[in-house]
């Protein structure tokens, strides 16, 4: 037997608003749209609270309190500029950017439902901006916790 792990779906409450956050604001591009469910290019999926509950036969707790139990984990190598463009929109944030102990730098707010959305620089850039400040591969290596193989495959 064969099981094949797709994505995971979100619940929200009004599936036009939240389809056109994360298409507009987060950059994601549908994949398949069929109204009440809408499944993005980046391996996840929205769908109509309304209609989950129809599907499953079983009423679901809805609150607008934060849902500070999961995540959806995006990157972007324009973190800066996303801030903005979110501090623009007056989302809630749970922390601005900041640098983790490994160098990368994350933010992370709430969507319209909200669920904690992530947004990290890649790797492969936190790697290029520490060449850039004049760190050597095995410095990086250290820096990042990332294989000194994998660092200069990065900067090759």
């Not at 994360?22 to 749209?33: A, S, T, W």
């Amino acid at each position: 037997m064969e099981i094949k792990y797709i994505c995971p779906l979100i619940t929200v409450k009004d599936i036009k608003k939240s389809k056109e956050f994360y298409e507009n604001v987060l950059k994601q591009e549908v994949e398949i749209d069929h109204g009440e469910n809408v499944t993005f290019k980046g391996g996840f999926a929205l769908h109509d609270i309304d209609h989950f509950q129809k599907l499953t036969l079983k009423p679901i707790k809805t609150t607008d309190s934060p849902k500070d139990f999961m995540e959806l984990y995006f990157e972007s190598e324009e973190i800066i500029e996303l801030e903005s463009i979110l501090n623009s929109l007056n989302v809630k944030f749970v922390h601005n950017i900041k640098e983790q102990p490994w160098g990368q730098r994350v933010m992370r707010f709430y969507d319209l439902d909200g669920y904690i959305i992530e947004v990290g620089e890649p790797l492969e850039f936190v790697i290029k901006r520490f060449e850039a400040y004049g760190l050597s591969v095995e410095e990086i290596s250290e820096r990042t916790s990332m294989p000194v193989e994998f660092v200069q495959m990065v900067l090759e």
